[in-house]
């Protein structure tokens, strides 16, 4: 059994997760960590993420890559999604995190973003059926459709839960405007989507797992259509200070919940799904579990897992991924 570790600065949060490895693939985590630095809607609002925010994921990383170490790993994988595929100033962050830790920060496209997150959500295992995974993030979402021994077909849109709430929603909690506005827009995302109908829908990560604790429910209970409309519904009545109280979750992650579940149903929609499973797993799990079967090359070792149709390839592509 060996002991790994993946860092990932996405547009809510940088993550840490540290995991031993039995033989078989099967994962158990050490820690699942996070920081929350609103990353991508500083990157956003001005196209970069300047000097201060640099400085506080650098600080991030440094401080995840020593409690790595810590725990048993001998480094971490670092890697980066939506924001520091639009940043201007992605280079000089990387500079600076290998200045500090040594480690190379690897930002990911949209097709490895999505292989890994299947990677993780599955475990590597082949799936029992046609399968659609959705993972809504902060500041862009992807869609996986996978069949059983089959390659995955990605599709992905650079707006998340994060961005697509900073564009619609000024109150707290939101009106009915608002909600019925995060809808609409959904729609309009969701719709090129590639066509298919999948028996088994699985959402990955806090898209799933805080609509689960919004309902008071254990964090991967699976989410039916009504479920949504019953967290609109809180969502609409009491306000984040609240609900964040009363859930565990922070203000932040409730104030983007509404745009969560907007996306998340649209997607359901768009797929036919009455329900979907909620799965804990995600980009991290996919990072550790590649790593061991690619070794150094595991990045290069997920080319042509994927075929991509992408709803919106808006945000710039990364340089040294």
Do not use: K
């Not at 992905?156 to 019925?180: K, N, Q």
């Not at 009545?237 to 919940?257: C, I, M, S, Y």
């Amino acid at each position: 059994m060996t002991t790994a570790a993946a860092i990932d600065i996405g547009s809510n949060s940088v993550h840490l997760l540290v995991a031993e490895v039995a033989p078989d693939g099967t994962l158990q985590t050490l820690t699942d960590e996070s920081l929350q630095l609103g990353l991508g809607l500083t990157v956003q609002r001005q196209g970069r993420m300047g000097a201060a925010a640099r400085r506080s994921v650098v600080a991030a990383v440094d401080g995840f890559a020593a409690r790595a170490v810590e725990l048993g790993a001998s480094r971490a994988l670092l890697m980066g999604t939506q924001p520091l595929r639009r940043a201007t100033d992605r280079s000089l962050l990387r500079r600076a995190i290998s200045d500090a830790t040594g480690l190379e920060l690897m930002v990911l496209d949209h097709d490895q973003e999505a292989t890994l997150t299947l990677l993780g959500v599955t475990g590597g295992r082949d799936v029992g059926a046609l399968s659609l995974v959705m993972d809504v993030g902060g500041g862009s979402s992807e869609v996986i459709l996978v069949a059983p021994g089959g390659a995955p077909v990605v599709g992905a849109f650079a707006v998340g839960s994060a961005r697509l709430s900073d564009a619609v929603v000024a109150h707290d909690p939101p009106t009915a405007a608002e909600v019925a506005e995060l809808r609409a827009r959904a729609r309009a995302l969701v719709d090129p989507l590639f066509a298919a109908t999948p028996a088994r829908g699985i959402v990955s990560g806090g898209s799933g797992t805080n609509i689960s604790r919004l309902l008071g429910r254990e964090r991967t209970t699976p989410v039916t259509i009504d479920d949504l409309e019953t967290g609109l519904v809180l969502l609409q009545t009491q306000t984040a200070a609240d609900l964040a109280l009363a859930t565990g979750l922070t203000e932040r992650r409730v104030r983007q919940l509404a745009a969560g579940i907007a996306l998340v149903g649209a997607l359901m929609d768009r797929y036919h799904l009455s329900v979907t499973e909620v799965s804990d797993a995600g980009l991290r799990e996919g990072a550790v579990l590649a790593a061991e079967r690619f070794g150094a090359g595991w990045i290069a070792g997920l080319r042509g897992l994927a075929s991509t149709q992408h709803s919106d390839a808006a945000g710039n592509p990364p340089d040294g991924a």
